[in-house]
């Protein structure tokens, strides 16, 4: 899930995440990550263009906010972390997203939430009167005002800070930000870890309206890089690098979500394109099986209809309609008899050999001399038996004012190592095997520990995995300075 831009104003407040100290200097923690949408290559093609329609109708809707709040999206990615809320913990499953930045969870008072999901978890309400720790975070709080960036007109101490959020398809979210801990784990060590915790602002979802139940999660929890963000939130409180990177790993299942500086394996990187409220990059050419496709250079040239975004929570590949007409054309231009056919809304075919010896490879050539090798059973995918269904789909079949965007999803980032450099403003990627080891290190003690998410056990309801790990950055080192 993506958010979109916000607006000001000075009656409601948009959502955030506030991350206070915690009670250990250092470490490294871990959230348990699953993927809604199990199952190998093998998926559901109703789902997939579902949910990719509803995300991008969010993401990339001209949508104005007359209150000032900060768009996020609702609960239908594809990853979602299991963390424990308020004092004793409670369990709530939260959307981990790139393209978003928000921390929020639905409340007990919720009007419009979903009752139930149907990817095996059971929904919770947060309730702050059963916490022990929890309290109502006050319109005259000071993180009120931050958010505001003034002072709010009219507030009287004790009432709650409100946000209240719409996004590009018509559904919205409203509450109230309430403080509680939030429980994780900490590595400590290579493939250990000991409890954890952090006082935290989040959302409390009062009112959701328009939200499809189907494969509900309790929140969300975001990763952009606003900085409102929850990573750019716990870079300013010393607690992480602003730097985080995910391997999803459609081989084996599972894969890795961290924070923190990754020191192996190496990264080559291209610049984010500045003041954008996605992850933006600029994309040079196409080659397809080593040829370049004659495009216009104007196809890729940076503006409110055109651009590169990368986002993990997206599923499928969209691209200008000129630009898949000709891809086409190069991946299927010796394979002319293989009765190409609509399937839903996806391009198929039947085929019973292996795609990687009959079609080519795809490479997107970045600025700063990135590429992205897509191998044909990445841009591929079966749908059933012997049915494999075409992953890049045409961005002109998209409103007019977002036909000539890029938008790449996790089919071409899966199987790929990709880092999110914030204090570098730069993005990059490698091949990797994301259910081995990468090494991350703690910028206190200069150690580096190796993390891999299949030592690191937890009981699970879901067959497929994903490790989220966060680095933490001790505070005494911001202090020494």
Not at 6 to 34: D, H, N, Q, W, Y
Not at 435 to 450: A, C, E, F, N
Request: proline share 4%.
């Amino acid at each position: 899930m993506a958010e979109n831009s916000s607006t000001r104003g000075a009656s409601a407040i948009s959502l955030c995440l506030l991350v206070l100290l915690l009670p250990t200097a250092m470490g490294i923690g871990v959230f348990k990550v699953e993927r809604k949408f199990a199952g190998g290559r093998h998926r559901n093609m109703s789902d997939l263009a579902a949910h990719d329609s509803r995300r991008h109708s969010r993401m990339l809707a001209a949508v104005d906010l007359p209150l000032g709040g900060l768009s996020v999206p609702t609960a239908t990615g594809l990853y979602y972390a299991r963390i424990g809320i308020g004092t004793p913990p409670q369990d709530y499953y939260v959307q981990v997203d790139t393209g978003s930045d928000i921390l929020w969870v639905n409340c007990i008072q919720c009007s419009g939430c979903p009752k139930e999901s149907n990817i095996g978890i059971k929904l919770k309400l947060y309730d702050p009167k059963g916490s022990n720790s929890g309290s109502i975070v006050s319109c005259d709080d000071s993180f009120c005002s931050v958010l505001y960036q003034t002072e709010l007109t009219g507030c009287v101490p004790g009432v709650p800070c409100q946000y209240s959020v719409m996004y590009g398809d018509g559904s919205s979210s409203g509450g109230y930000l309430v403080r509680d801990v939030v429980q994780y784990n900490q590595v400590s060590g290579d493939h250990q870890t000991i409890a954890a915790n952090a006082s935290v602002a989040f959302g409390c979802g009062a009112q959701q309206t328009g939200q499809n139940p189907k494969g509900a999660v309790d929140g969300l929890l975001g990763f952009g890089q606003a900085n409102y963000s929850m990573i750019s939130q716990m870079a300013a409180s010393g607690k992480v690098r602003k730097i985080f990177a995910h391997c999803l790993d459609t081989i084996n299942g599972g894969g890795i979500f961290a924070i923190g500086d990754v020191v192996d394996p190496k990264v080559k990187t291209t610049p984010l394109v500045p003041d954008m409220p996605h992850y933006n990059v600029i994309l040079k050419s196409i080659d397809v099986g080593g040829t370049f496709l004659d495009l216009p250079t104007d196809l890729f040239g940076f503006g409110d209809s055109k651009g590169t975004i990368i986002d993990s929570g997206t599923t499928l590949a969209y691209i200008p309609d000129e630009a898949y007409r000709s891809m086409m054309d190069a991946i299927f231009g010796n394979r002319k008899g293989l009765g190409l056919h609509n399937q839903g809304d996806f391009t198929c075919f039947t085929y019973t050999e292996s795609v990687d010896d009959a079609f080519p490879d795809v490479t997107l050539h970045f600025e700063e001399s990135l590429a992205l090798s897509v191998k044909p059973h990445d841009y591929f995918f079966q749908s059933q038996g012997n049915t494999w269904c075409i992953g890049w789909q045409r961005r002109g079949l998209q409103p007019k004012d977002q036909k000539n965007l890029f938008l790449l999803g996790d089919f071409l980032l899966s199987n790929k190592l990709v880092i999110y450099d914030l204090e570098k403003q730069a993005i990059g990627w490698t091949d990797y095997n994301c259910s081995s080891s990468i090494k991350v290190q703690d910028d206190k003690t200069g150690k580096v520990y190796r993390v891999d998410s299949h030592n690191i056990s937890t009981s699970s309801r879901l067959e497929t995995r994903i490790t989220l790990l966060l680095l933490l950055t001790s505070l005494l080192l911001y202090l020494s300075h």
